[in-house]
C-alpha cells in the first residue's frame, strides 16, 4: 500500500494551508488515516486522525484550528490548516492503516511534505 501527500508549502503566521493524502494499491478496508508532524528539534506528534466509523481525533495544540476530512471509497484525506503559528512549521506525513487484499494488516507512511510558517 502506497501513501502520497500533497500540498504544503510556506505561509506567513495567520494564513491558510491544506495538504492532502491518498493511499493506493491492494486495499481490503483502511481502518485509519492520520497526519503527524515533525517539528525541527521536537518530537514526532500526532495532528489529526480519523478512523472508518469517522471518529476525528486532534492534537492540543491544533484544535479548533485544523479540520481533518475523508473522501471514501477514494482513500483520500485532506487536512485544512487555518490561524496557523510559527510552531506549526514541520514535515507533515500521511499515516494509512487498514487490511490489504490478501487480508494482512497494512501500516504506511508517505514520504512527508513540508509546510512552513514564518513572516
Known amino acids: 500500500v502506497q501513501v502520497v501527500e500533497s500540498g504544503g508549502g510556506s505561509v506567513q503566521p495567520g494564513g491558510s494551508l491544506s495538504v492532502s493524502c491518498e493511499a493506493s494499491?491492494?486495499?481490503?478496508?483502511?481502518?485509519?488515516m492520520a497526519w503527524y508532524r515533525q517539528a525541527p528539534g521536537k518530537q514526532h506528534e500526532l495532528v489529526a486522525s480519523?478512523?472508518?466509523?469517522?471518529?476525528?481525533d486532534y492534537g492540543d495544540s491544533v484544535k479548533d484550528r485544523f479540520t481533518i476530512s475523508t473522501v471514501n471509497p477514494d482513500n483520500t484525506v485532506y487536512l485544512q490548516m487555518n490561524s496557523l503559528k510559527p510552531e506549526d512549521t514541520g514535515v507533515y506525513y500521511c499515516?494509512?492503516?487498514?487490511?490489504?487484499?490478501?487480508?494482512?494488516?497494512?501500516?504506511?507512511w508517505g514520504q512527508g511534505t513540508q509546510v512552513i510558517v514564518s513572516s
Open positions: 499515516n494509512a492503516r487498514g487490511h490489504d487484499g490478501t487480508g494482512k494488516t497494512f501500516d504506511s
Open positions: 494499491g491492494s486495499i481490503a478496508s483502511i481502518v485509519l
Open positions: 480519523v478512523n472508518k466509523g469517522g471518529r476525528q
